[in-house]
């Protein structure tokens, strides 16, 4: 009779141990055969109604069905452990020896490689790399580089002004002024910048661009070491002779001033729509410091003479990687940074 009823017990207790689908439900599977309350140990109560003999055998055989029930529970928790990491093994894995996807490396932006060229090439002749701010003083932009009052650089139309009287700079040329001041000649410096112009914006026009302002200030310089330098500039950066005109330019703040062109690179000097057919390209106005802007910074001029140069960056970087719309530049699109 007992026996019966054990027996009853352990086979529904299995089935159903098989049948639980998580922790849980095995829980209450054993709650419900071996708790405190459960059918096991309602059995054991009526244990004591047996005769002696009778009562050792149901002992037994009560102890026996306890102990396979626990062993079933705990190898069926078991397995749940065994799935669940399974499962997270399946989730996780990865295999170390593919490629890794998507992962592009970066690169300089065509000005910034430009620029850091030529900083390398003037920092191993013995210049300064200056900084100057964006947001400049009237007199550093204008008055101090011999502008005069009525120049029609300081119009509106040319320049951002600020209504407290400061500016955008307009050129990189200011930065010389700051080296002066702070500088003793002899003195070299070069000074990269960006550079505002109040323009309307198409494919060869930005409101922003990049210039590359550079200064030596010593005893007796001649136009003869400008052009030395600015020829050994030019071969750094193109990595050959590049055939070179000078044309007299008007600067305030050099005298002589020149317009250096190159021949173009993109057709060869035969011409085309970036040298406007000409075959030249205007890259590197310069000149000789005039002796007002080093008085003015008081650098006596009669001790002292100097050449200056500023080279347009942005147009450099056009030519030299046949970009034909400067306004690429500055977009930030992904599809132009990536050729680089
Ligand atoms: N600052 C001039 C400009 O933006 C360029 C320039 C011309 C700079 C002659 C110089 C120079 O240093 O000597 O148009």
Redesign the pocket.
Known sequence: MLETTLSQVETSARARIEAARSAEELEAVRIEALGRKGALAQISKQLGTLAPEERAHAGKLLNAVKQALEEALAARKARFEEEALRARLDAEWIDLTLPAPGVRPGSLHPLTRIQTEIEDLFTSLGFAVLDGPEVETEYHNFDALNTPPDHPARDAQDTFWFADGNLLR????PV?VRGMETLKPPLRMIAPGR?FRNEEVDASHEHTFY?L???LVDREVSVAHLLYFMKLLLRHIFGREVTVRLRP?Y?P??EP?FELDIHCLICGGAGCPVCKQSGWVELL???L?QPNVLRISGIDPEEWSG????LGLTRLAMMRYGIDDIRLLQSGDLRFLRQF
């Not at 307009?170 to 040329?173: D, G, M, V």
């Open positions: 307009a050129h990189t040329s010389q550079v210039q302002e550079g200064m330019g600067f703040f050099v001033g106005p310069c000149g410091v050449f200056a140069f500023g």
